[in-house]
């Protein structure tokens, strides 16, 4: 498969690309690793007239320890992601969860930024920066903003970003002294989640984020609320799909999405990986 | 678009419409049709190359993505006769049967000891978790990885 023809455009710099999908609306998308895009174009549910390819802007890919949190360039691709030694140390989570993204391939190519501002329910990056409380820079015509990893998600592939808002740095604080988890529920390597989890704890402290449970990526509060209030993490999860509104599909029905959630948040807070 | 990329280390220069997808430019243009399509969904791995020392699929990559890269498919692998120890490791251990995957398995699995040079069993399953085989199940494919990764 082929896609529809489009225009081509290389930024040569966040300003440039930004200007360019300004010049060009709605019609305009970035184009990173591609790997989420290309394949919605081969299949025509998306349609582009024009790319601006921002993958070649190296200064948009970094892993920077700034102290209380980790910043990371949102061209980073997962491959970096999976193997830096900062985030390994610092939220070892978020390192784990992107060695669990497609293949090896996949992650040669993809990017963080490019999986967080695809926004897909599905994918692993989104619900576990959302579970890790991160916070989103984005850049557009009139300057930066940050914009809260809760506040983000808006809908199915959808998200807070203007067309010509450019997601540059993910923060996430680190988790020192936290536990974590990352569960991910699938039938066959490589598949997305049917649904999955990432959590971490700290005491009567944590975050939890699913994968696959609605049309966003969802952070669980009603578990971690009850985690503070000094619940057992069996009953704690059994409320994980309290915020979520699973759909059925080929994979599985709404209910046993709950039942997979309960079962996968419970597995996740009990991990003792640190 | 004009683009110049280095494939199997001769300058290769093509022009190209934006939408032509990597693996397309390869097969078509340059006749390099060593690197099967398969799945065309960036699901298979029939279509593995390395892009700048690294596995990518591509039917997942443009062509113009690739301008100024360095691109090696299955035929940049031999030397004259001489086969790429990957590939000889595969041909050793019938690590094939249909050949549909091999390509694409050979590019993964040498991209994989780059990373990795002494892997376990289990870190060759799992580091080719992006490469369907139809045909083998599997074993002797991570057989004949472990074999070159002896050597």
Redesign the interface.
């Given at each position: 498969?082929?896609?529809?023809?489009?225009?081509?455009k290389?930024a040569g710099s966040a300003a440039e690309a930004i200007s360019l999908v300004s010049e060009y609306g709605e019609d305009a998308k970035f184009?990173a690793g591609?790997?989420s895009l290309?394949?919605l174009m081969?299949l025509r549910l998306a349609q582009p007239a024009v790319?601006v390819?921002i993958?070649r802007l190296t200064d948009l890919s970094y892993i920077r320890d700034e102290g209380n949190h980790v910043a990371i360039g949102a061209l980073t691709r997962h491959?970096d992601v999976e193997n830096s030694s900062v985030l390994r140390q610092h939220v070892p989570l978020l390192a784990h969860a992107a060695s669990h993204v497609?293949?090896?391939?996949?992650r040669?190519?993809g990017t963080i930024g490019g999986s967080i501002a695809h926004a897909d329910p599905a994918s692993d990056l989104p619900a576990t920066t959302l579970a890790l409380g991160a916070t989103y820079v984005a850049q557009g015509p009139n300057g930066t903003r940050e914009i809260a990893a809760s506040d983000f998600y808006t809908g199915f592939l959808e998200s807070a970003l203007a067309p010509d808002e450019m997601l540059t740095e993910i923060r996430v604080p680190k988790t020192t002294g936290a536990t974590w988890g990352f569960q991910k529920f699938n039938r066959r390597?490589?598949d997305w989640a049917i649904v999955g989890v990432a959590a971490w704890r700290r005491g009567n402290e944590c975050g939890v984020g699913l994968v696959n449970m609605g049309s966003t990526p969802v952070l669980a509060t009603s578990v971690a609320s009850a985690i503070a209030g000094g619940a057992s993490v069996a009953d704690a999860a059994r409320l994980a799909s309290e915020e979520a509104e699973p759909q059925a599909d080929m994979n599985a029905t709404a209910e046993y999405r709950r039942h997979l959630a309960s079962v996968l948040v419970r597995r996740a807070l009990e991990s003792q990986s640190a | 678009m004009k683009i110049t990329v280095t494939v199997n280390g001769k300058t290769r220069e093509g022009d190209v419409e934006a939408r032509t997808l990597l693996v397309q430019w390869v097969r078509e243009s340059l006749g390099l049709t060593g690197t099967n399509i398969g799945c065309d969904t960036s699901s298979c791995g029939a279509c593995t190359v390395h892009v700048d020392g690294e596995s990518v699929k591509s039917c997942t990559m443009l062509a113009v993505q690739a301008d100024g890269c360095s691109v090696t498919t299955i035929e940049g692998l031999a030397n004259g006769d001489t086969l790429h120890p990957m590939q000889q490791a595969f041909m050793d251990n019938h690590g094939l049967q249909c050949g549909y995957c091999t390509p694409g398995m050979v590019m993964a699995a040498i991209s994989l000891l780059q990373e990795n040079p002494s892997p376990t069993e289990e870190d060759v399953r799992i580091g080719l978790e992006g490469n369907l085989c139809r045909c083998t199940g599997y074993h002797n494919i991570v057989k004949s990885v472990l074999a070159a990764a002896g050597k």
């Open positions: 498969m082929i896609p529809a023809a489009f225009d081509y290389r184009l591609g790997h290309l394949p081969k790319l390819d993958a491959h497609g293949s090896p391939q996949v040669h190519r390597a490589q | -």
